[in-house]
């Protein structure tokens, strides 16, 4: 348990604590519509970031995979897609409930909203693709192409095509400021969270990478 | 490599005029689902009924013609292909030959469409320029998923699970387009929206041509 | 006397109240009093420990899942 391992871990969480005591006791600008629920930026919008992370991370180490085809790379994308689509899942409940609030309904179509929606739809689609081939080397591969794919088009989906739509509600599209206009005093607690989330996501990841080599071992043991 | 490009587009032409069942099983699809519609919808007056009509069986009919362009090759015919050309240029034919297959097939259905349950299309040069692009479009991506597919074990119930979520970006800005053109009124500038899907063609191209080797390398 | 006394404080702190809800009303209504109060501080602290508890759960997670893969090495060098 030494210290010099874990101390990201720790980190991870005192930033997310430092977020959410912040994040209720903090100053933020009076609002119309929105009022006191600006206050779910801290813990909605950082999921987003969070998961946007992680499926980074997957795409990068499927795009190593493809390079050396090192068995371990190919277990870390898909876990990493894995703990994005949990983020992505608490974000889009978190995301329905701050809606039904704010704009009167669960789910309003916006582009943004059906972006996400059909970008989780390809990682599934991604897990489905998985768990059709049963040669490992042959499914890392296949599944490493299709990741790359759909990482592309997800960053299309909730990034480009929001921003050329003309009726998004969310912040950084169409006529609505983006996070540059954040209030000065949110931003202290905004980007701190974001950064301890994704510390949580790794450390997630970490667990996920660890357990899964240790089935592996021991169905080598087994094998042997 | 361009002369590569050039025989296998030939060979796959070749392939698919002496087996012409096939090219008419794909027009007798996509003839018969207008005429299914025709049949239960008569004529269309809300014009983004129209539109979308138009486009959901444009998308399946897509999915339909290009699925079989790995899939209905047999391993050998592969193996053989693969040792005479360079793996980009196997991709590359595929993915023309499927882009100049899906116009072909589009704008036959338009002309069905346009007979049957008639047409509404007030820039019509917008929506021919629409539906080309946008076809190419699905067919660079249904090539790539149809490559993908064709690796696995139930290939053909996989195509669709794969390919509707990375066609819906496409299918988004294509509808937004033609109701431009359907409408008549221009709210906004297609222009960019024309742009966007040729730029959103390209890059699924060269995503194939870069990462097909490592599909069909064993 | 004491009874004007008591109406009259009664009627003016109506007032005051009514012009203080005039002021608010064209500003977004935030939860003020609520913060006034100190009852944030509850909410603050059960979210905390709720946090708290998922962390340290994962703590002892990542134990364990530590515990395993040396067992699995010292199984593997016998």
């Keep these: 348990m030494a210290i010099k391992q874990h101390w990201w871990k720790a980190l991870g969480v005192a930033l997310v604590l430092y977020s959410i005591v912040m994040g209720f006791l903090g100053t933020v600008p009076a609002l119309w519509v929105l009022h006191e629920t600006i206050r779910n930026l801290y813990f909605h919008v950082t999921m987003w970031f969070a998961m946007m992370t992680m499926l980074t991370i997957s795409l990068g180490y499927s795009i190593a995979y493809l390079r050396n085809f090192k068995r371990e790379y190919d277990v870390i994308a898909t876990e990493a897609a894995n703990i994005a689509m949990l983020f992505g899942a608490i974000g889009i409940v978190t995301g329905m409930a701050w809606a039904n609030f704010t704009w009167g309904e669960p789910w309003p179509n916006d582009p943004k909203l059906n972006g996400v929606a059909v970008g989780m739809l390809a990682y599934v689609a991604y897990f489905i693709l998985r768990a059709s081939i049963d040669e490992i080397s042959k499914r890392g591969r296949i599944a490493a192409v299709y990741n790359i794919f759909a990482w592309v088009m997800f960053l299309v989906f909730v990034n480009a095509l929001p921003r050329m739509a003309d009726d998004s509600m969310h912040p950084g599209q169409a006529a609505n400021p983006g996070f540059g206009a954040l209030a000065p005093g949110m931003r202290t607690v905004f980007y701190p969270g974001v950064v301890g989330w994704i510390l949580v996501g790794i450390w997630l990841l970490n667990i996920r990478k660890r357990s899964r080599e240790i089935e592996y071992k021991l169905l080598q043991n087994e094998l042997n | 490599m361009l002369k590569q490009i050039v025989n296998l587009i030939g060979k796959e032409f070749i392939l698919e005029f002496r087996t012409k069942y096939a090219l008419g099983a794909i027009l007798l699809y996509a003839v018969s689902t207008v005429f299914i519609c025709y049949l239960s919808f008569g004529t269309i007056d809300n014009k983004t009924t129209w539109n979308a009509l138009f486009w959901i069986i444009e998308l399946f009919a897509a999915t339909n013609a290009v699925s079989k362009s790995f899939a209905g090759e047999s391993k050998e015919v592969q193996l053989y292909t693969y040792t005479l050309a360079s793996p980009g240029a196997v991709i590359l034919s595929k993915i023309i030959y499927n882009i100049v297959l899906t116009i072909v097939l589009t704008l036959v259905t338009v002309l069905v469409y346009t007979i049957l349950i008639g047409n509404p299309v007030v820039d019509m040069v917008l929506f021919i320029e629409t539906a080309i692009l946008g076809s190419a479009g699905f067919a660079s991506v249904l090539t790539m998923v149809s490559a993908i597919a064709s690796r696995t074990n139930g290939n053909l119930a996989l195509m669709a699970i794969l390919s509707i979520p990375l066609l819906i970006p496409i299918l988004i800005i294509v509808i937004k387009l033609s109701l431009i053109a359907v409408s008549g009124m221009q709210l906004q500038d297609p222009t960019g929206f024309l742009v966007a899907l040729a730029g959103l063609n390209v890059v699924t191209a060269a995503l194939a041509y870069i990462l097909f080797p490592y599909l069909w390398h064993e | ?78």
């Design chain 3, 1 to 78: 006397m004491k009874r004007l006394v008591a109406f009259l404080v009664l009627v003016l702190s109506s007032i005051e109240a009514f012009a203080q809800e005039a002021v608010t009303a064209d500003k977004p209504q935030m939860a003020d009093a609520f913060r006034a109060d100190g009852k944030i501080y509850v909410v603050v602290l059960v979210l905390s420990l709720v946090f708290v508890g998922l962390a340290t759960y994962l703590v002892i997670i990542d134990r364990k899942v530590a515990k395993l893969e040396k067992q699995l090495n010292e199984k593997k060098s016998i």
